[in-house]
């Protein structure tokens, strides 16, 4: 990662004469010995935004915004220009508190943004306001999926997964991530989550599409563990909502260089909030309310079974050129590999046109089970002379279920439906059960996705397996009125890896209910997740445990007699069994962090998680918005879990 050095420097001191400092800095540049200092515009130099959602608590992410005034005389301050015609990345916003007006204490960081500003279109002075984000880069990068150059397809640790999705994307090197986390699977013992469970890569790659962004691979860890993550006082926290009921918390820190972590109690949990002069955070201008929240009656989860690939040496990285190992037919050199074996330019095996030569890998399987298949090709082109004929390149390919000693004459083919097909009242399969995966023009991908039915169990075999052929490419017209591809033309495709997963069961989704034995009205509308406890090793949306160097999914009801999925949906229950309280108001303080946990000193000292806050630094004055935490095992209510297979997927 880039390093950043200071160029640009504001000092102030806040109401309660706390020494505050923020610094611009500049990527690939040194420490300037004497930053220019700037001038803040007005009463209020700096402000950070936490922006919650009020109407949802359980929002996984909350991105912090900072907004620096400085006033703009001419030649002496930066013009406008020095942070808008930047890229993301430029600058970087660094924000600390100085207890012995000395040694910086960091508050908070994020990259400026040249996005949603304006400024006067007049002669200086006049205040400028540069605005700075956390969490900018996790939309647009992808989890980092690589190891050793090739991609990383294989079981890691939860820790090991959070440096893949979020210190890979957060673009500066000192990052800490503070889990406070405290229940976890027996299967485990006396482990942490963070180096004793395990996830799969393949929970957040997709073999047509790729990598999930970052954004979104944190997003389905957290809302699948009832957790949030947010920045506050210099690092990042990953919270599991119910354990900030805590009245201490067990913390487990890590950074890029140790996932494992370290253990720590955090005794800098709780701020009272009131009148007295022992609260840290005070009333202010009679701006306090109370919120009524409604009581849940009923909430909806979906899951979609996602099935680790089957696939043996699925990238061919083990050879140059055919034979590869674990792939069968007439496996020449013909074949050959291309790329760097990356995930961003992973390896692919080059297709020619028709040369007499096919190669086929077989996955054992079973009746009843289902399978999944994608597929993805790209075509190239290249025609001896001009012409206004479109053509479109093919990759010939098909899917069979065979018992291996008679696969060329009995056995069924899979459709692009879903449906197998019987091929054996024929005495083999032929051109109309093949896939053409087409790709039009120079350097286009073509892609197919099949979820299959039940596999039929008419083959009277215990040997039966699901077959992947990969036969050759050829170029057609795109309208079959039109001639043929000339002499010379030169075609073929580049086929990805391909993807057979196979489900242990008919089922492909899961639903999950809890309903409140309570008489209220409100049914959020359903909401989708990922992780949840299957004990089904084929399964990528299972957490894994390390049983004597294998991975196995964790046992049924492992999480203090429950599976993570029903302890998250129970969870909401538990915020949302009656009605319940909501701060909405301004309050003074320079101690209260959004990590923090707020005690109303006046209101039956009931606990309040932070959704919303605006903090303006200098008249240390927040604007915050904040729901209670209930106790867990507070909610009473009926929980099903129901399977469903493809026909009741709608």
């Not at 354990?243 to 949990?269: A, F, H, K, R, W």
Request: aromatic share 12%; glycine share 8%.
């Amino acid at each position: 990662m880039a390093l950043y050095g200071t160029i640009y420097r504001m000092q102030f001191r806040d109401k309660k004469d706390l020494l505050w400092r923020v610094d611009l800095q500049l990527k690939n540049a040194a420490d300037s010995a004497s930053p220019l200092m700037l001038t803040y515009g007005g009463g209020t130099p700096i402000s950070i935004t936490w922006d919650g959602d009020e109407n949802d608590q359980f929002k996984p992410i909350i991105s912090s915004k900072a907004e620096l005034v400085y006033y703009y005389t001419g030649s002496d301050m930066p013009d406008p220009e020095t942070f808008i015609d930047i890229e993301e990345d430029q600058w970087l916003m660094v924000v600390s508190k100085l207890p012995d007006n000395t040694t910086p204490v960091l508050y908070w960081k994020g990259f400026v943004t040249p996005s949603s500003n304006r400024y006067p279109w007049l002669a200086p002075p006049f205040t400028y306001t540069i605005n700075a984000v956390d969490f900018s880069f996790s939309k647009g990068k992808y989890v980092d999926l690589n190891k050793n150059g090739l991609f990383l397809y294989d079981f890691v640790t939860l820790g090991e997964l959070l440096k893949r999705a979020l210190f890979a994307s957060v673009g500066y090197e000192d990052s800490i991530l503070s889990i406070l986390f405290n229940i976890k699977p027996a299967a485990i013992g006396t482990g942490r989550v963070t180096d004793s469970l395990y996830a799969h890569t393949d929970s957040v790659f997709d073999f047509t599409d790729g990598a999930k962004f970052c954004y979104d691979a944190l997003e389905q860890i957290l809302s699948s563990t009832g957790s949030r993550m947010l920045y506050s006082s210099g690092k990042y926290w990953l919270q599991r909502f119910q354990d900030l009921n805590d009245e201490v918390q067990s913390i487990t820190t890590i950074t890029p260089d140790d996932t494992e972590g370290v253990d720590s109690i955090n005794y800098d949990v709780q701020q009272p909030l009131g009148n007295s002069v022992s609260d840290t955070v005070i009333y202010l201008n009679k701006s306090q309310y109370l919120v009524v929240n409604p009581g849940l009656k009923k909430q909806t989860v979906n899951y979609d079974l996602k099935v680790i690939n089957q696939v043996r040496n699925f990238d061919w990285r083990t050879d140059a050129e055919g034979p590869f190992d674990e792939w069968d037919g007439v496996n020449t050199d013909i074949y050959t590999r291309l790329g760097s074996g990356s995930v961003e330019d992973p390896y692919r095996l080059f297709v020619p046109g028709d040369l007499g030569q096919t190669m086929y890998q077989g996955i054992p399987v079973v009746p009843g089970k289902r399978i999944r298949v994608e597929l993805k090709v790209k075509g190239y082109l290249t025609l001896p002379s001009p012409t206004t004929t479109e053509y479109q390149v093919s990759c010939k390919c098909v899917v069979t279920l065979v018992d291996p000693p008679t696969a060329l004459i009995y056995g069924y083919t899979l459709g692009q439906d879903g449906k197998w097909n019987d091929y054996s009242t024929i005495g083999g399969f032929g051109e109309a059960d093949y896939y053409f995966i087409s790709t039009k023009g120079k350097g286009d991908s073509g892609t197919l996705e099949i979820t299959s039915e039940p596999i039929p169990s008419a083959l009277d075999s215990d040997n039966l397996e699901v077959r992947l052929y990969i036969i050759y490419s050829e170029v057609t017209p795109t309208n079959t009125d039109d001639p043929v591809a000339p002499g010379g033309t030169i075609y073929y495709t580049h086929f990805f890896p391909p993807y057979i997963g196979v489900y242990n069961d008919i089922y492909i989704k899961v639903k999950e209910d809890v309903v409140n034995s309570k008489t209220f009205s409100l049914k959020p509308d359903d909401k989708d997740r990922f992780y949840l406890d299957r004990s089904d090793d084929g399964l990528s949306n299972c957490l894994f445990y390390d049983d004597a160097g294998r991975k196995r999914a964790l046992p049924q009801n492992d999480w203090n007699g429950r599976n993570i999925d029903e302890v998250v949906l129970r969870g909401e229950l538990d915020q949302q069994y009656k009605a319940g309280y909501s701060f909405d108001g301004d309050v003074l303080s320079n101690e209260l962090s959004f990590h923090h946990v707020i005690t109303l000193t006046d209101k039956d000292a009931k606990k309040m998680m932070l959704i919303r806050d605006k903090y303006d630094i200098k008249a240390c004055t927040h604007s915050i918005y904040a729901t209670e935490i209930m106790p867990i095992g507070s909610g009473i209510g009926d929980y099903t879990l129901t399977p469903l297979a493809k026909k009741e997927e709608d």
